[in-house]
């Protein structure tokens, strides 16, 4: 692969992700197209760390909980998405 193509696949993998913080201050990239839905955890969600403020859920059905505020989630997704 030469370097320009290298370079515009990291581009276009940047351009797919969005960055947020797990409650233990992991760095997680998320794949914006793979985003079901967003909420914030509720008081039964026993499983979900207390720090977190946003729960992603995701096309496998799987979730991750992030300590960004899910406004602030929302406005990640819709930078990715802007950027096509």
Excluded: Y
Excluded at 37 to 53: I, N, T
């Amino acid at each position: 692969m030469r370097p320009a193509k290298l370079s515009q696949l990291v581009v276009w993998l940047i351009g797919i992700f969005i960055a947020v913080t797990g409650p233990d201050n992991i760095h997680v990239l998320i794949n914006s197209d793979q985003i079901v839905s967003l909420r914030e955890p509720r008081g039964q969600d026993r499983v979900v760390h207390k720090d977190a403020k946003c729960i992603v859920f995701l096309t496998d059905g799987k979730f991750i909980a992030v300590i960004e505020e899910c406004e602030k989630v929302q406005a990640l997704i819709s930078e990715v998405k802007n950027e096509d």
